[in-house]
């Protein structure tokens, strides 16, 4: 099993390869001493309790499978948790809240494994839920909100609410209050499109206007991102994904530490 510490390729490194391959009489057998290049292109997108990693196919005819390894950090030491003969992989033993890195080798049939890829991935799975249902605070007030952390709806008013649904004048809108933010994403073509929560451009009115295929990121007060995807709409509810970053301040930035209302100590419990 190959435990290594990720390092960058240098060309020199590869050209001797090449070369010492070159002066080596396999006549017959000329690719034997030739490993393949590392993967390109590795990405990961958090899910929940797992995590999907894809990568460009390796050009040599004679590459037949990758191997996944994963570690605690990008410099450190990295363990082999799978195999595939495809361009993409599941991480399924991933736990949420838990941040994984990732890197991809290519092995020919022979067995000749290449180097680990060089890209900076990591991923930290996160939970999901499918087709909430939340109803127009002025109707239906005690299931208009809905609080992250404790995975339930609550009253729009609760002091832990995180957003909550209103249908008016004809436009449908999702609110959050003066301590937390909101914004629309645009229209996404599936619900893994956004992968980072953006630095900018929160709602000044606290409010965003939905429209089904949107995904909007939620900046709640306790300092967890959040995004939601907006499945269907009727003047009386909304119906939509959402993920809650159980990583406090994940992805990238902090948010102040000052806040109006204590935080819950509701445990966020959800399985796929």
């Given amino acids: ?73 990008y410099n450190g030491r990295y363990q082999k948790i799978g195999y595939t003969t495809k361009n993409e992989f599941y991480d399924e033993g991933a736990v949420n809240g838990t941040t994984y890195y990732y890197a991809v080798t290519a092995y020919d049939r022979t067995g000749n494994e290449s180097d680990f890829s060089v890209e900076n991935v990591s991923a930290t799975p996160r939970p999901e839920i499918f087709n909430l249902t939340l109803y127009d605070y002025r109707t239906n007030p005690n299931r208009a909100g809905y609080d992250l952390s404790a995975n339930q709806i609550v009253p729009y008013d609760n002091q832990y609410a995180d957003f909550y649904f209103e249908y008016y004048n004809g436009l449908y809108y ?66 939509l994904d959402c993920s809650y970053q159980l990583q406090k301040g994940n992805p990238q930035v902090k948010r102040s530490p000052n806040k109006e209302r204590k935080i819950s100590s509701s445990i966020y419990n959800i399985t796929k």
């Avoid at 949107?214 to 709409?233: G, V």
């Fill in 1 to 73: 099993m190959k435990n290594l510490i990720k390092k960058t390729i240098f060309p020199l490194v590869i050209t001797g390869i090449i070369f010492l391959s070159a002066c080596n009489d396999n006549s017959n057998n000329p690719e034997i001493d030739i490993i393949p290049v590392p993967p390109q292109g590795l990405r990961a997108i958090a899910m929940n309790n797992k995590v999907y990693l894809y990568w460009f196919h390796n050009y040599e005819d004679d590459v037949v499978g990758y191997n996944i390894y994963v570690s605690n950090s």
């Fill in 174 to 239: 999702m609110n959050v209050f003066k301590d937390s933010d909101i914004q629309d994403m645009g229209y996404t073509s599936n619900f893994d499109e956004i992968i980072y929560s953006p630095t900018k451009g929160w709602s000044p009115t606290k409010d965003v206007i939905l429209i089904v295929g949107h995904t909007y990121t939620i900046w709640t007060w306790d300092d967890h991102y959040a995004k939601i995807r907006i499945k269907e709409l009727y003047p009386d509810r909304v119906v």
